[in-house]
């Protein structure tokens, strides 16, 4: 694996707007990027988010090497993010505890409770599916869906801060991994104080980026 990110083609960065040389107002540059990412990740083919989420969970054997004593977080598939429940599965099956974030309030870290095949479920914030059980788990792997990224491995997200508060939270033990679509890469996302870079980044078979993983 490359420390950069080498995808099958190469990014377009025409939906990224430069910003001007003076005083920059980065929420609402931020906006725009979100908006434009989000826009060109719903227009990519359902064929070609599941090969790239194929490569992906190929990448992630390889990286995380799944087992038993590991607590590793995914998410449930939102907004045409990479769909990774069938690797999920096949985590599970390895012996690893999957773990599924819910939001407990705005401003808040993120708690986990586990998942596994035919668990209870319910809808949470934005009728996201997640584990019914009160019981909450500590992951040693978080693995986050991006909107955007950079080479440096920081991650564009929703903008609601709630995977930086948790990984603040959880602390420098645990391994980061953000993953998406290779379109989604910016020159910079213009990191803030608050934000945490990933410890890497994911979008396939070329595109890697590892950061102290």
Request: charged fraction near 20%.
């Amino acid at each position: 694996m490359s420390d950069t990110p080498d995808p099958a083609s190469p990014p377009c960065y025409a939906h990224e707007l430069p910003p001007p040389a003076q005083a920059v107002d980065w929420p609402l540059w931020r906006k725009a990027q979100r908006e434009a990412l989000l826009a060109a990740r719903q227009a990519i083919p359902v064929e070609e988010r599941a090969r790239v989420a194929a490569e992906v969970a190929g990448v992630l054997d390889r990286l995380i090497a799944p087992g038993p004593g590991q607590v590793i977080s995914l998410y449930w598939p939102f907004k045409a993010e990479l769909d990774l429940r069938f690797w999920m599965e096949s985590t599970q099956a390895k012996g690893a505890r999957i773990a599924l974030p819910l939001v407990e309030a705005k401003g808040r870290p993120l708690k986990f409770r586990e998942w596994f095949p035919g668990c209870a479920m319910e809808r949470g914030i934005w009728n996201i599916l997640q584990p019914a059980g009160p019981e909450e788990i500590t992951p040693s792997v978080v693995i986050a869906p991006l909107v955007g990224f950079d080479p440096d491995a920081f991650r564009l997200g929703y903008g609601g801060g709630f995977f930086d508060r948790t990984l603040e939270k959880l602390g420098p033990g645990v391994k980061a991994v953000g993953v998406g679509h290779p379109s989604a890469a910016l020159r910079t996302i213009h990191p803030q104080p608050h934000d945490i870079a990933m410890n890497a980044i994911v979008t396939g078979e070329k595109g890697v980026i590892l950061n102290g993983w």
